[in-house]
């Protein structure tokens, strides 16, 4: 059963960037069972998908298309992390920031759904 | 925007059956399958349907999911009050190489 848990600053100033971490335990994220990725919630609006990674897939990455020239997804093997960078954030950006994990060990895995989610992290970006 | 389109608002007493629809195009829901995640205030999305009509352990089969085209719905049958969550859609695009979502239903048990 996994567990994650975000970590990072709860404030953010405009211009500067967003660095989140998701601490997972109950399994590796090197492992080819699993595909990791983050999603946001604006206050009071829906669910957005930021990207996904596969640490053992060669740590194959995918992006938001609105997000990608200011996105970055990476992963420490050593600490069972993964991370998120967020550059040149805006209000905009304020959110609940969740991680997620698809579990595929009894399939492929497709990256196009979470079946793991951390709590979450609240985000504000303001000056 | 949302690439996924649902309805904001559904609505139903208990005992009932509700359905909550989900409209995307040929590059989503037409390529792929569609996931549904319910999420209740203050509180992390849980999957509730995955790969084609799929549920994660502990998800009561009265929910289901369905697709037809490029749109795609949610049936709960024999609603409860602790069903009043919001729902989401989600799906791979081709065209945009990424995961997307629909803004969210309200689902309210009367």
């Known amino acids: 059963q996994l567990h994650l848990q975000e970590s990072g600053p709860g404030l953010v100033k405009p211009s500067e960037t967003l660095s989140l971490t998701c601490t997972v335990s109950?399994?590796?994220?090197?492992?080819?069972?699993?595909?990791w990725g983050w999603v946001r919630q604006a206050p009071g609006k829906g669910l957005e998908w930021i990207g996904s990674l596969g640490v053992f897939y060669s740590e194959k990455t995918y992006y938001n298309p609105s997000l990608k020239s200011r996105v970055a997804i990476s992963a420490d093997r050593s600490t069972n992390q993964f991370s998120l960078e967020l550059t040149s954030v805006t209000a905009a950006d304020t959110a609940v920031y969740f991680c997620?994990?698809?579990?595929?060990?009894?399939?492929?895995?497709?990256?196009?759904?979470?079946?793991?989610w951390g709590r979450g992290t609240l985000v504000t970006v303001s000056s | 925007q949302s690439v996924l389109t649902q309805p904001p608002s559904a609505s139903g007493t208990p005992g009932q059956r509700v359905i909550i629809s989900c409209s995307g195009g040929?590059?989503?829901?037409?390529?792929?399958?569609v996931n549904w995640y319910q999420q209740f205030p203050g509180m992390a999305p849980k999957l509730l349907i995955y790969?084609?009509?799929q549920r994660p352990s502990g998800v009561p089969d009265r929910f289901s999911g369905s697709k037809s085209g490029t749109s795609a719905s949610l049936a709960i049958s024999g609603l409860q009050s602790e069903d009043e969550a919001d729902y989401y859609c989600?799906?791979?695009?081709?065209?945009?190489?990424?995961?997307?979502f629909g803004g969210g239903t309200k689902l309210t048990v009367l």
């Open positions: 790969r084609r009509n």
């Open positions: 109950g399994g590796s994220i090197s492992s080819s069972d699993y595909y």
């Open positions: 989600a799906a791979w695009d081709d065209s945009l190489n990424g995961q997307v």
């Open positions: 040929k590059s989503n829901i037409g390529s792929n399958t």
């Open positions: 997620a994990g698809e579990d595929c060990t009894l399939t492929s895995c497709s990256a196009d759904y979470f079946d793991y």
